[in-house]
């Protein structure tokens, strides 16, 4: 992996939950960087040679792009958004497990957490077709 700290793999993950909300507000060239060096995984010196342009100036491209994906869920917030909807999705599933087998109830509750995983896969479909 070539990015270099303790939770590298953290950060490529969040990096590309946030690539998948954020990429329509991205330029080409940052959508390119970030998906050469996070999603599949090139380092800085095969980005700069496919590019024609020098490792630190693809660094500077990566980071800046980076921080404006950071930016942008700063301001708007939809991965926390999704996070918390995940949560709160298992926790309804957790829930409805409990529940006897055939009983209305559990079958409510598993359709409701299937009625809002619906609604938020349309979430995120209208923000990367039309942008945030």
Same mark, same amino acid.
Request: hydrophobic share 40%.
């Given at each position: 992996m070539t990015v270099r700290e303790p939770d590298a793999l953290a950060k490529t993950n969040r990096? +590309?939950? %946030?690539?998948?909300?954020? /990429?329509p507000l991205l330029t080409d060239k940052q959508r390119t960087f970030l998906k050469y060096y996070f999603h599949d995984d090139f380092t800085l010196g095969?980005? !700069? #040679?496919?590019?024609?342009?020098?490792?630190? #100036? =693809?660094? /500077?491209? =990566? @980071?800046? !792009?980076?921080?404006?994906? /950071?930016s942008y869920e700063e301001k708007l917030g939809l991965l926390a958004r999704h996070n918390s909807l995940v949560g709160w999705i298992g @926790? %309804?599933?957790e829930t409805a497990g409990?529940?006897? /087998? +055939?009983?209305? !109830?559990?079958?409510?509750?598993?359709?409701? !957490?299937?009625?809002? @995983?619906?609604?938020?896969?349309?979430? @995120?479909? =209208?923000? +990367?077709?039309?942008g945030v």
């Open positions: 990096i +590309n939950m %946030l690539i998948d909300f954020y /990429e095969e980005i !700069a #040679a496919e590019s024609g342009i020098s490792r630190q #100036a =693809v660094y /500077e491209h =990566v @980071k800046r !792009a980076s921080l404006m994906l /950071e @926790k %309804l599933e409990l529940l006897p /087998e +055939n009983s209305e !109830a559990r079958m409510r509750l598993l359709e409701i !957490a299937e009625g809002l @995983k619906q609604s938020e896969q349309i979430g @995120k479909t =209208v923000v +990367n077709e039309h």
